[in-house]
């Protein structure tokens, strides 16, 4: 077979084993958050979220064939997805400073995965790096009371992975 098949996500068990934890979590941390039990939602979306960065990290080093790309391309918006219910949980907590956080870091770690060396990953995560770009911008115009937030949110959308090699 010369071309790539494409595979959904229930024909790739592996991945939908992996991502099993995550989903609960999710559903459970989206329960919390409903009920309004902020920090056991914050602790279900951080454990999604750790997972999600985990198994995207794995994948994103692998060698790359179809089920890899597969792979990445639900490990990416499990990451999206956790991050920004987080700041949506801190944003509900009155914790601006801590969703913002969130929100940079996401997008920080998009910025160096779109770097990947094979093209249709790099497509993959351009697709969610503009949806955290986006979400950047929205957070910025509701808290532009906040000029530290601003200076932040600025800072990571103008950031690029290799302004902070150091030469030798």
Known sequence: MTQLQRLTFAEL???AQAL???QANIMAGNYAFERGALLEARDKYTTAHTLAAHLLSQF???KICQ???TAIEHCCPALVVAAHNL???YR???QTEQACQWL???HITLSHLIQHPCNTVRTVVVHHH???YLELVQFAKVHNHQPYLIDKINQTLSYTPDQYITLH
């Open 13 to 15: 068990p592996c991945v």
């Open 20 to 22: 099993s934890p995550w």
């Open 60 to 62: 994103s080093q692998a």
């Open 67 to 69: 089920s890899v790309i």
């Open 87 to 89: 700041a949506d949980t």
């Open 92 to 94: 509900a907590m009155k």
């Open 104 to 106: 940079c870091d996401v």
């Open 130 to 132: 503009h949806k955290t």
